[in-house]
């Protein structure tokens, strides 16, 4: 056992000295400038270069503005953008790398499927690092045919480390990571016109004490596409310690949180969240989320739409304020966007706990919906107080469009004919987010297609009186409320249950303690 102890010992006083050992490479000694004008691009390649050629190293970009295409990161170096340095995307496309062909592009968008048309990008790498107190500026970055389109790309890569840095405007993605394992994201700031972390079939991540701004689109997602040729699971990962908003893009880096723009691209309100999924051919297993900060955002999204199962997920001490639509979205759907023999997939002991929302979105609650034949299972809600706006009623749901799809505002037309107002569309294959259904008929959270679903010290409230039921409950079993409380409008019942089993209510300080063996439809007081 001493021996062993030693011999470990040893080890790590090696790795220590080999890094500490670890030359600098200046990029002005290659050539840059740092002027602000001229392209840099080459030169800090060739820096690139002579550190992985002496075994490794880190790349030193001193105080200036380095404007640049493509830069390829190489195993055992680090990139190190020391504060008040700027690595800058020109606006040149043919500065860029061409995006390498990807036979299955087909089963995820063009920016989960091309890597190399990139600021910043690595492939096969090993032992990489981009640190510093810099600044990644995504000024020339596009959407289009030509250019690139991400700041940060890495592919099927281990052992990375991307800490202190700050990204504005980082295109289609601040930073994307597939196929990546043994990687840490700390003390990052993104402020960011698209997706802000996209963490794509990775294992052991840790994205801790960073500060995500992303009002069109989601802040950190994690996801499952077949960019690689395959479906890959993500494993243990944790997201702590962090803010995710959607102010006004470049109000987060300069502190003034702007909340003038009211609605990002697909019509809804500001995103800016976390969430897992849309892409979701591969599964995600084993992952913590904890301690964040949502800020004028959309709730928290969990969507396996393309065969993905989500199982073994733990949420804890999370609040919420001006959120733009559901505050929890459980959504297992079938739109099915992966290799055809793909089966449905699976959401499963979810536990979400010690939560606290203000100032939700009145149209939606809060969702947990799978789809017929296909429940979402063994959900757990603890500890969670949340305060919605209120104000609507049922006769407002019952007379929507039946096609009403990722609508702003809710638009109750003259001439449409009323319908049930418990008759949800299901939507089975499509797009998954809250809006897809509409305006839901439950202030507070709507249950269909679940089994094994538990409230526990649940506090729901508005803060304009809703008539619509708190809780609606359809095509349901074994669905538990304990000590649950819901503000109560006068000859509005509590809770609806359609085509339930086993439903109880115990210790429910507004919902009488209830047993329900079975039942089509059910109205609690």
């Not at 090696?14 to 290659?30: K, L, P, R």
Request: proline share 4%.
């Amino acid at each position: 056992m001493r021996n062993s102890t030693a011999a470990r010992s040893f080890l790590v006083l090696a790795m220590v000295a080999q890094f500490a050992a670890a030359a600098t490479f200046d990029v002005h000694t290659y050539g840059a400038k740092g002027d602000g004008t001229t392209q840099d691009r080459d030169a800090i390649n060739k820096t690139i270069d002579a550190a992985a050629a002496a075994g490794g190293g880190t790349v030193y970009f001193g105080p200036g503005t380095y404007i640049t295409g493509s830069i390829h990161l190489r195993s055992n170096v680090a990139l190190q953008i020391e504060r008040g340095a700027v690595i800058e995307a020109t606006t040149d496309a043919s500065s860029y790398d061409a995006p390498e062909p990807n036979p299955t592009d087909m089963y995820q968008d063009a920016g989960h499927s091309h890597f190399h048309n990139t600021l910043i990008w690595g492939e096969n790498l090993n032992n990489i690092a981009i640190i510093g107190g810099g600044l990644i500026s995504g000024k020339g970055l596009t959407r289009g045919e030509r250019g690139a389109d991400k700041a940060i790309a890495l592919k099927l890569s281990h052992n990375v480390t991307i800490r202190d840095i700050s990204i504005l405007n980082g295109g289609h993605f601040g930073i994307l990571a597939t196929g990546v394992d043994n990687l840490t994201i700390d003390n990052v700031m993104i402020d960011t016109n698209r997706d802000g972390i996209d963490i794509d079939s990775c294992r052991n991540v840790r994205i801790s004490n960073s500060s995500i701004n992303a009002p069109n689109d989601d802040a950190i997602t994690l996801k499952g596409t077949h960019a690689l040729g395959y479906a890959r699971s993500s494993e243990n990962i944790t997201i702590t310690n962090s803010l995710v908003s959607g102010y006004d893009i470049g109000s987060l880096l300069d502190a003034t949180y702007k909340r003038t723009v009211q609605r990002a691209p697909d019509r809804d309100g500001p995103t800016g969240r976390i969430k897992i999924g849309t892409e979701s051919e591969g599964d995600f297993r084993n992952i913590t989320i904890s301690n964040i900060v949502f800020d004028r955002s959309r709730g928290l999204a969990f969507e396996s739409v393309d065969g993905a199962h989500i199982e073994d997920v733990t949420v804890t001490n999370i609040t919420m304020r001006e959120v733009s639509n559901a505050p929890f979205f459980l959504r297992l759907g079938a739109r099915m966007r992966a290799p055809k023999g793909v089966e449905v997939g699976a959401i499963r002991r979810i536990n979400i706990s010690n939560v606290v929302v203000y100032d939700a979105d009145p149209r939606y609650g809060s969702i947990v919906s799978g789809i017929p034949g296909h429940d979402v299972e063994d959900v757990k809600f603890s500890n969670i107080r949340i305060v919605y706006r209120g104000g609507l009623n049922l006769d407002q749901v019952a007379k929507q469009p039946a096609d009403l799809v990722n609508t702003f505002f809710f638009r109750a037309t003259g001439g449409v004919p009323p319908r049930e107002p418990y008759a949800t569309p299901e939507r089975e294959k499509e797009y998954p987010e809250p809006s897809m259904f509409g305006m839901i008929p439950a202030w507070g959270f709507f249950i269909r297609h679940a089994k094994g679903i538990e409230l526990s010290n649940v506090d729901i409230q508005f803060a304009k009186e809703d008539q619509r039921p708190a809780f609606v409950i359809d095509q349901a079993e074994d669905v538990e409320l304990q000590h649950v409380r819901a503000q109560k409008v006068a000859g509005v019942p509590s809770v609806v249950l359609l085509n339930v089993k086993n439903f109880r209510t115990t210790n429910g300080g507004s919902i009488p303690d209830t047993q329900v063996a079975s039942a089509d439809r059910k109205e609690l007081q």
